[in-house]
């Protein structure tokens, strides 16, 4: 990575904001939390509200004419040509039971299209950092999703999902129970944490549904720079504006296809 370059530049101060949230994390973790619950009916903590503000409020101090879309405080200036999108907390429910698989989110989109994406878990002390162009790296080292040479085959693939019920239409379940009948095995509840896992070559699919950009956007430039596939479930790719709500992420071309094939 050169770090004169804009993109690098704009990732270090994407890791300072992580080292920002992950303390007020780490101290809430474990914790007796104040919890609601939103109008989608997911839940949200003071964490999820505390780690957002810290990160916007750094944002907003080094970058005014940068917008930001946060999960908890709504947007501000979405029609930027750079925009920070942050999920403070994604898989608040396995913050809320004390389960370390959660993930805070951090993205930048220049004209829609996510170029830099982090990963952070900060418990476990894992940061994946995605560089449009460059490749992922996990602990300051280079990481690679499992290539077609090692798995190909759905048979031999593992798949991984946040939760059954996700999938809220009768095309969605019947798609991903296709898919899951496909493959080796299924693995539920890693949230973020699975996309990281399939960057360093440990799941080979992931597939969700009922995301939202804030969910996506830091994703793409860490699955992608690790060699893997991330679209939608018809294979386009993810801006802004884009819309869809469903992810299908990959180690490699091959099992995209056939994933796609079956979802379709």
Known sequence: MTQSSPLAIFALFATF??????????RYFRTSLLTETKADHSPVTE?????????RALIMQRYPDHG???EEMGNHRADAEWVWVLDPIDGTKAFMAGAPTFGTLIALCHKGVPVVGIID????????????GQPTQLGGRPVHARPASSVSDLGKALL???APDMFTTAAERHGFTQLQQACRFTRFGLDCYAYGLLAVGQIDLVCEASMKPHDIMALVPVVEGAGGIITDWAGKPFTLDGGSTQVLAAGNKELHRAACTLLA
């Open 121 to 132: 878990q900060p418990i476990s002390c894992e940061r994946w950092i995605g560089i449009q």
């Open 68 to 70: 930001i879309i946060g």
């Open 160 to 162: 991984a999902a946040t």
């Open 47 to 55: 964490a999820d509200r505390g780690a957002e503000a810290v990160m």
């Open 17 to 26: 904001l992580a080292d920002a949230a992950g303390p007020l994390l780490r």
